[in-house]
Structures are given as structure tokens and as C-alpha cells.
């Protein structure tokens, strides 16, 4: 049994150079969240948006909040020479929204202002969030362009679908500026943490915990908020997957861009969910915490302290979602090259540590990866980091470093993502 360690080192938290481009459509006011959240996190931020850009939102806003001059234009501070420097010492440009105006001119790269100027001279990762009307983010220009950008390296998200402007709903919304400035973290923790590499795949994600009704007030359930699940999602379909997300209880956390979402309470409906979207998909990662028991009977009202109080409440186990899934594709009821990933959250005892449980249920699961974490007060559940491990079917262990659940996300789907092109090697 091999072992390896993740060589990632977590420099996310260092103070960076960011750009903020922000091109001119009514979506340029949600950049001002972005901003905050950079400059807040100790980053140097400079704005650079379009001419168009400041008719809707002015200069002032954007200086006030980046604490630095705002220009459009390449004459401006000419002696600094800002149409070549900001490229060239930026660590990330970020740009939001990028309307489809913004993306044709920087695919043919043209340098016409500051912001196209900056974005030749980059060298850094380059994010562009776009916002715009179906219509011209589904016209066949656009699509090319967008084609062009990311064959260069440039990180071009998927929108979200939504309310447009006027009465107009669709693909097209500006995703929510929350899950553009994660995106963004990702970037400044690893810089290939988004390659096109899912693109025509279909992939099924569980997340959060599940609630097992007591009366009608009560529940049995569990701490888990879904944020891990959630990101596996969000970068799946940021990597070109089409993506179905069966969450459970996950704490009010916002819809990921381009995802497709299915929400259950109970075990039993989350196996229903689970077992219905299998089907077609490329891989199935199983990143909910399921309750393994449920009341035998729930009662149909309150139950009362005093009289006609239980002594005990009797319990039965739910179905095993994972193993189902395993048994399925044994049974031919799933295609054979059906990936399948489960997740352990582990605690050390008397019986073994972590990675002794975990190889013990990995060998029961019969899947073909197990990502493994260890749990505790202020590790894996209710939090924004996460570290672990991930045993593999061929018998390798490989550790994962401490970092932040989106960054812990794209290694699982490096993983899947190998899982994928093996099964269809017919390795």
C-alpha cells in the first residue's frame, strides 16, 4: 500500500495584487461585494473598469472601497506606465461582470483601455465572471469566444441562471459575488484548480446532513452543513460537468452557478434522489452525512415530558446509500463504468486511528474512492477548511494538506476526474 502526501502549501493567506476589471452592464454593482471581500482579507486591490462601466457605478465608490485611484483610460499616469505594470504584478485579475463585449475584445486581443491593456500583460490566473442576456451568452460568437479564452488558460466561469433584466429569466445571471471571490481564493491557493477537464460529463453530488423526523417539532440528524458537497458541485460544473446536487440540510448555503439542485430531508428520500439521478452518470460522489438510523414510528404530535413519556425510542437502520449504489452497478443495474466515491468522517478510539476505520470501511463499501476526515470540535463539520485522505480501490493512500473545503474539492475531483478517463480506457 503506497502513500502519498499532498505537496500543496497553502499561501492563500499572504496579501496579493488583484485586479478587479469590471465591464459596463447592470450587474457592475455586485463587483462592490467582491472588492470588500478582497481588501478585507488584506489583499491590494486595484479596480479598473470600463468607460461603461462608471456609468453605473461611479469612480468614487470603486476608490473608496479598493483604497487606490481608479483609471479607464492608458494615458492616465502616464510615468507609471499602469497599461503594462497592473498585468504584470498582478496575482490574480478578476473580472466581473465580463460582459460580451469585454470577452470579444479581450479573445481578439485587443488592448483599446486600461482593462483590455491589463489583460494582455497578465500573467497570472485570469477569472472572468460573465453576466449578460441568454440570448448573447448562447450566440454562437460568444460561445466561440469564451472557446478562445479558456484554450489560453483563462478561467471563464459558467453563469448562473435567473432573473435578467427587465422580465427576462435564463442562463446568463451574473453569479452571486460570494462564489465569484471563492473561485478567486481558489485560484491564489492553486492556480490550476479549474482546467475544462469534466466538459460532456455527468456527475451526481450528495451534500449535507439528513434530518429523521421524532414528532412533529423533533429530529435526529447531525452537524454536517453541506459546504464540502456544495464545492464539489460548484467546481464540477466550473470544470465543464453537467452536475446534479441532492442536498439535505445545508444551513441556508446559496445554489452554486450552473448546478442543478434537488432538495430531501430524510434518508430515505435522499436514496430515492440518489438512485434516480445515477443513472447516466459518470461518477456519483457521495459527500452527505446520512443518518444510518431512524424512529421506528414518528409521532403525529408533540411528544410531551411527564406523563406518557418514552423510555426509550426504538431505532431502525436506514438503507446504505453508498453500498446500494455499489451493489447496483454489480448487479448491472448501473453502467460498469460508474465511478463511485464515498466519504468517511472518522474519529480515532480505543479500537484504532482514523485511517484504521476508515480502511475498514472502504474495504466493506466495495467503491471505488473513499475520501476520509477526520471529525472533532472545529474539524471537517461546520467549518471552511478541511484536510483528510483519499484511498483509492488500486490500494494507494494519498494525504491531503490543510487548506479550504473548495481547495480540498478540486483534489477529490482530480481524482474522480482520472477515475473517469481509467473507466473509459477500460482500465
Known amino acids: 500500500m503506497t502513500s502519498v502526501t499532498d505537496s500543496h502549501s497553502d499561501t492563500a493567506g499572504s496579501p496579493r495584487r488583484i485586479v478587479v476589471g469590471v465591464s459596463g452592464g447592470i450587474a457592475a454593482f455586485k463587483a462592490c461585494s467582491i472588492i470588500r471581500s478582497f481588501t478585507e482579507a488584506g489583499h491590494h486591490v486595484r479596480v479598473v473598469p470600463t468607460d461603461s462601466a462608471l456609468e453605473f457605478v461611479g469612480r468614487a465608490t470603486f476608490e473608496a472601497l479598493s483604497g487606490n485611484p481608479v483609471q479607464t483610460g ?4 502616464v510615468p507609471q506606465v499602469p497599461h503594462v505594470r497592473l498585468g504584470q504584478e498582478a496575482d490574480l485579475v478578476v473580472i466581473a461582470p465580463a460582459t460580451a463585449d469585454l470577452m470579444a475584445r479581450a479573445a481578439h486581443g485587443r488592448a483599446d483601455d486600461l482593462l483590455t491593456a491589463t489583460l494582455l500583460t497578465a500573467r497570472c490566473p485570469v477569472l472572468f465572471a460573465p453576466a449578460m442576456h441568454t440570448e448573447m451568452w448562447e450566440h454562437p460568437a460568444t460561445v466561440a469566444n469564451v472557446a478562445t479564452l479558456r484554450s489560453r488558460g483563462v478561467v471563464v466561469m459558467e453563469p448562473a441562471s435567473g432573473r435578467l433584466t427587465g422580465k427576462d429569466t435564463g442562463a446568463g445571471r451574473l453569479p452571486e459575488p460570494d462564489e465569484i471571490a471563492g473561485l478567486a481564493n481558489l485560484l491564489m491557493e492553486r492556480a490550476d484548480a479549474l482546467p475544462r477537464d469534466l466538459d460532456g460529463r455527468r456527475i451526481v453530488v450528495s451534500a449535507g446532513g439528513t434530518r429523521e423526523p421524532l414528532d412533529p417539532v423533533r429530529f435526529l440528524g447531525n452537524r454536517s452543513s453541506g459546504k464540502q458537497g456544495y464545492e464539489i458541485a460548484r467546481l464540477a460544473a466550473q470544470r465543464g460537468a453537467r452536475v446534479t446536487l441532492i442536498a439535505g440540510y445545508t444551513a441556508e448555503l446559496a445554489d452554486p452557478a450552473a448546478v442543478d439542485v434537488i432538495r430531501v430531508r430524510t434518508a430515505q428520500e435522499m436514496k ?8 447516466g ?12 438510523f431512524r424512529p421506528v414510528t414518528v409521532a403525529t404530535s408533540k411528544i410531551k415530558k411527564g406523563a406518557g413519556e418514552p423510555d426509550t425510542i426504538p431505532l431502525t437502520r436506514n438503507d446504505d446509500i453508498l453500498a446500494g449504489l455499489v451493489q447496483a452497478r454489480r448487479d448491472g443495474g448501473l453502467p460498469a463504468a460508474t465511478r463511485i466515491v464515498g466519504f468517511a468522517a472518522e474519529t480515532g478510539d480505543e479500537y484504532g486511528d482514523v ?9 466493506r463499501k466495495g467503491c471505488d474512492l473513499l475520501v476520509v476526515n477526520a471529525v472533532g470540535e472545529g474539524k471537517a463539520f461546520e467549518v471552511d477548511s478541511n484536510d483528510g485522505w483519499l484511498l483509492a480501490a488500486d490500494g494507494s493512500e494519498h494525504a491531503l494538506a490543510h487548506g479550504s473545503k473548495a481547495l480540498m474539492a478540486s483534489r477529490v475531483l482530480d481524482a474522480v476526474t482520472d477515475l473517469i478517463a481509467r473507466a473509459g480506457a477500460g482500465s
Request: no cysteine; net charge negative; hydrophobic share 60%.
Open 74 to 77: 492608458v494615458f492616465a499616469d
Open 281 to 292: 452518470a459518470d461518477a456519483v460522489v457521495m459527500a452527505a452525512a446520512v443518518a444510518d
Open 355 to 363: 485511517l484504521t476505520h476508515a480502511r475498514e470501511k472502504f474495504a
Open 272 to 279: 430515492e434522489a440518489v438512485d434516480k439521478s445515477a443513472h
